[in-house]
């Protein structure tokens, strides 16, 4: 079971480790990224940014699928660097019911839409894609943060 599904450019790191595992008790981290889990040494490193005590694994959009469906009494906290990831992810049959968007920054041809989502227009086409599958898409930076609509912001 997804705890939180989030997406953040710099995947797992402290406030990911911490924060978010711990407000939606999660048993397990999951790093979405094909990039990333054909590097052994990204890989290693990710796997040493999860706290201690929590499963991690890193894993293209396809294997996340399995892994999910494997581990679907876990409590997995799921994190994307893109909303390309999820979309991918639902269409290979994956429940996503929310996103929290959350760390998408400043890039040449991105535009600002809240204090740290900057998107560009294959995003925007991307989150609309997800709402229209039924995904709700939230923007908050820290898990006390009060939730906004993404779709309002865009």
């Not at 008790?25 to 890989?43: C, G, L, P, W, Y």
């Not at 086409?125 to 906004?148: C, I, M, N, Q, Y």
């Amino acid at each position: 079971m997804i705890t939180v599904a989030r997406i953040d450019e710099r995947l797992i790191h402290g406030q990911v480790s911490y924060a978010w595992t711990t407000a939606y008790k999660s048993e397990a981290v999951m790093a979405v990224d094909a990039e990333a889990a054909r590097d052994q040494m990204q890989v290693s490193l990710l796997k040493m940014a999860c706290p201690a005590g929590l499963k991690c694994f890193v894993a293209n959009e396809e294997r996340a699928v399995a892994l999910l469906e494997k581990y679907e009494r876990r409590k997995i906290f799921v994190v994307a660097k893109h909303p390309d990831a999820y979309l991918r992810m639902v269409e290979l049959g994956a429940r996503i019911d929310e996103i929290n968007v959350g760390g998408l920054y400043f890039q040449e041809g991105r535009r600002q839409v809240s204090r740290t989502v900057y998107v560009d227009a294959h995003m925007e086409e991307t989150f609309r894609s997800l709402a229209a599958k039924g995904v709700r898409l939230e923007v908050r930076t820290h898990p006390r943060d009060s939730a906004e609509d993404l779709m309002n912001l865009l």
